[in-house]
């Protein structure tokens, strides 16, 4: 009569009871020795009989133990803390009382380079990870399990994991610079009631600076977040305009390395602002002189959106939030510096903001969600117009993703035209703008692609530089966003951008491109003989041959 209950005891014992899996780690943080180190596990029942292993050591959880949704299981609950401001559920090592432990053996550690790791339920194995095999190892990457694929974003700690969203009968208004920039800044700056959310990579305009201050002085909440280590350190310029800020008691706060935490992005590249959780201002543009120009100067070209929708500023709201947020952040403290000086060159306006109705809006959000660029770009079917700072391709030699892309649309029959920044420094290089035309105009000769390149003609167009991150596609979808087409801005830094899907969008952004590719018609276009070069040699030629017929008089 024992016999049923004997083999239902056994049922139990050697059953799966519990669909626990491994959904999240992080093998190789940034502490020194790791000690943050970290393991996420989904399920939901029971714990008991599950056990987690690397092969050397593992852990159980105590008896009685359930999960219900996700925990997390840290070697050292105040190094965990210190990296993701909260507490785990369980750590692995005695380091705090008031987080369980669980129950330890061997020697358990998640080796950087290579390990693997394996969960098991009542003796049964039911999950494998191994590294390099099915991970790429690299500091500071996080693995995520999601919809029963890992995720092959490279992700790192810190980062958020924003999906894509769609947003519709967005209304709003389009801009450039340097037409009317500083305008549309001054406006939307001007109308907050509330609150305003600035994130921008460079601010070093006063101008600008003195626009927050008098919103603050009206009793809006103003609050700053900036990149703390831009190339070539933050500038006088813009330690006068946070200074500025500072003494309106704005806080004013850097992301930077040798915080608490390690920062999660190479750069906080982004350029927007958010106005009273209703409008959002993206741009390529940073809080400079040469990007928000005086009216009647010159400056950089850029393009610029203002969108006028509760959606889309909750979104970028949640961006601000998670970025401001971190440990990696901290107070900026400026004294002075020096004022900057703009470009005093005049400008004679050409375009004027347009205001949109209806339109439909994706935020692009890099790392997260800049695979959408791509789509953009392959769902290209007439034309694709693309004005960038500069270009650069991968550091094997192979071609940068986004151009690849570019010219996979032109091997289709979608015409292509690619005009990029001349500026000194985007030229004076030896794999620099210049020699990217030159390269994909020779790929278009060769192939018969409709396929162009050029270099703007900064002078013709009286243009400061080339500063966009644009592309327009078949004329009615526009991406303006902070992006560059470079291995680390899709990849590694906080960068923002919007595709707006509009005709009346597309048309005038268009019309832009059309007036700066126009300028620079002579520029990138397959060179033919240098007759400079040719008479120097002829002259070279005449002169030895004088010298050989000299030589022979003198010696009969």
């Known amino acids: 009569m024992r016999r049923p209950c004997f083999f239902l005891f056994l049922l139990l014992i050697f059953t799966p009871a519990t669909a626990v899996q491994i959904v999240e780690f992080c093998p190789d943080p940034y502490l020194a020795g790791d000690p943050d180190e970290y393991i996420v596990l989904s399920g939901s029942g029971s714990l008991d009989g599950v056990l987690v292993s690397d092969g050397e050591g593992g852990f159980r959880f105590p008896q009685g133990s359930e999960i219900h949704g996700q925990i997390t299981i840290a070697r050292n609950s105040p190094a965990f803390s210190q990296t993701h401001g909260y507490n785990p559920e369980y750590e692995w090592y005695d380091y705090s009382a008031s987080v369980p432990d669980v129950i330890q053996s061997g020697m358990f550690q998640l080796a950087n380079a290579g390990d693997q790791l394996q969960v098991y339920d009542h003796g049964t194995?039911?999950?494998?990870?191994?590294?390099?095999?099915?991970?790429?190892?690299?500091?500071?990457?996080?693995?995520?399990?999601?919809?029963?694929?890992?995720?092959?974003?490279?992700?790192?700690?810190?980062?958020?994991?924003?999906?894509?969203?769609?947003?519709?009968?967005?209304?709003?208004?389009?801009?450039?610079?340097?037409?009317?920039?500083?305008?549309?800044?001054?406006?939307?700056?001007?109308?907050?009631?509330?609150?305003?959310?600035?994130?921008?990579?460079?601010?070093?305009?006063?101008?600008?600076?003195?626009?927050?201050?008098?919103?603050?002085?009206?009793?809006?909440?103003?609050?700053?977040?900036?990149?703390?280590?831009?190339?070539?350190?933050?500038?006088?310029?813009?330690?006068?305009?946070?200074?500025?800020?500072?003494?309106?008691?704005?806080?004013?706060?850097?992301?930077?390395?040798?915080?608490?935490?390690?920062?999660?992005?190479?750069?906080?590249?982004?350029?927007?602002?958010?106005?009273?959780?209703?409008?959002?201002?993206?741009?390529?543009?940073?809080?400079?002189?040469?990007?928000?120009?005086?009216?009647?100067?010159?400056?950089?070209?850029?393009?610029?959106?203002?969108?006028?929708?509760?959606?889309?500023?909750?979104?970028?709201?949640?961006?601000?939030?998670?970025?401001?947020?971190?440990?990696?952040?901290?107070?900026?403290?400026?004294?002075?510096?020096?004022?900057?000086?703009?470009?005093?060159?005049?400008?004679?306006?050409?375009?004027?903001?347009?205001?949109?109705?209806?339109?439909?809006?994706?935020?692009?959000?890099?790392?997260?969600?800049?695979?959408?660029?791509?789509?953009?770009?392959?769902?290209?079917?007439v034309s694709l117009d693309i004005q960038q700072a500069y270009i650069t391709n991968q550091t094997d030699g192979t071609f940068n993703p986004f151009l690849e892309e570019a010219i996979g649309a032109a091997r289709r029959g979608v015409r292509v035209r690619i005009l990029l920044d001349s500026y000194y420094y985007n030229t004076e290089g030896p794999g620099d703008n210049d020699e990217m035309v030159r390269n994909i105009n020779r790929l278009a000769a060769t192939e018969k692609l409709p396929l162009e390149a050029r270099l703007a003609d900064l002078e013709a167009g009286n243009l400061e530089k080339i500063h966009n991150k644009g592309v327009i596609a078949d004329g009615k979808a526009v991406l303006v966003s902070s992006i560059n087409w470079n291995d680390n801005s899709p990849r590694f830094n906080r960068e923002t951008g919007v595709i707006i899907e509009h005709q009346g969008v597309g048309a005038y952004f268009t019309r832009v491109f059309e007036k700066d590719w126009a300028a620079s018609e002579m520029s990138g276009r397959p060179a033919g003989p240098d007759w400079f070069k040719i008479r120097i040699a002829i002259l070279v030629l005449f002169v030895l041959g004088i010298l050989a017929y000299v030589r022979t008089k003198t010696r009969f």
Request: hydrophobic share 35%; proline share 5%.
């Open 125 to 381: 194995l039911i999950q494998e990870l191994v590294w390099p095999r099915d991970f790429y190892a690299r500091q500071g990457q996080v693995h995520y399990f999601e919809n029963e694929i890992w995720d092959r974003r490279i992700l790192m700690l810190g980062q958020s994991r924003f999906e894509r969203e769609e947003f519709i009968s967005v209304d709003g208004v389009a801009f450039v610079s340097p037409d009317c920039s500083l305008a549309i800044y001054k406006d939307i700056v001007g109308s907050a009631e509330e609150e305003i959310r600035v994130n921008v990579y460079e601010f070093s305009s006063l101008t600008m600076a003195r626009s927050l201050v008098e919103a603050s002085c009206r009793g809006v909440d103003v609050a700053v977040l900036l990149e703390g280590g831009p190339v070539g350190g933050i500038s006088d310029e813009e330690k006068e305009a946070v200074a500025e800020l500072c003494s309106a008691k704005i806080p004013v706060t850097l992301m930077a390395t040798g915080n608490t935490a390690h920062p999660p992005y190479r750069f906080d590249h982004a350029k927007y602002l958010i106005i009273d959780r209703c409008r959002v201002l993206v741009t390529s543009e940073n809080f400079k002189s040469n990007g928000f120009p005086e009216e009647g100067l010159s400056g950089n070209r850029g393009w610029g959106v203002v969108l006028e929708d509760e959606g889309v500023a909750r979104y970028f709201s949640s961006v601000y939030t998670h970025d401001s947020a971190g440990g990696w952040c901290s107070p900026a403290v400026f004294s002075d510096g020096s004022t900057e000086y703009p470009n005093t060159r005049e400008y004679r306006t050409e375009f004027l903001p347009y205001r949109f109705e209806d339109a439909k809006a994706v935020p692009v959000i890099s790392p997260d969600t800049s695979y959408l660029i791509s789509d953009m770009i392959t769902g290209t079917e």
